[in-house]
């Protein structure tokens, strides 16, 4: 008993240390009747902090119905002062031997991909990154949720 009380102790530690970094997490749930071609799904992050470094990752909640071994997304991020700049990201959700990519519990599984790494939010403000996805199907199945998550850049 005294054993597992140190271990919970433990991980809540560790848990609580890697969420001080986060500055932004936003998750949506995608309609169950798939992700439509065209719908954009929008977060407006509020960033304050022009002098560190931030991680920026698209996170990714599929099941088993997926039916690719990646993903493409469209992602428009518009800063505060209006400034469009346009991307193309992909993210793979199957590894070559075709087993799911990332953490996950019975059929659900979770991944986090990189969009921009050590990067400086040059102005104060609103940014909103709109994101689409960029696959062949009108309707996409088996994507639960996407996500946003700003994290300052960890130190080496």
Known sequence: MK???????????LLASCSEHIVFSEQKELPK????????????????????????LITLRNDETYPNQNLWLFIDE???DGTLRKDT??????????????????????????????????QQGIYRYSIKHGMRYDQLQGL?????????????
Request: with cysteine; net charge negative.
């Open 89 to 122: 990201v992909q993210c793979f959700l199957v590894d070559n031997q075709g087993h799911w990519i990332g953490s996950g519990v019975g059929s659900l599984h979770y991944v986090s991909v990189y969009y921009k790494q050590q990067c400086r939010f040059s």
């Open 144 to 156: 639960n949720d996407i996500g946003i998550k700003i994290q300052k850049t960890s130190e080496e």
């Open 3 to 13: 054993k597992r009380l140190i271990i919970v102790c433990f991980v809540s530690v």
């Open 33 to 56: 009747y798939g992700w439509d071609k065209n719908d954009a799904i929008a977060f407006d992050a509020s960033m304050t902090d022009t002098l560190s470094a931030y991680d920026v």
């Open 78 to 80: 518009t800063a505060p």
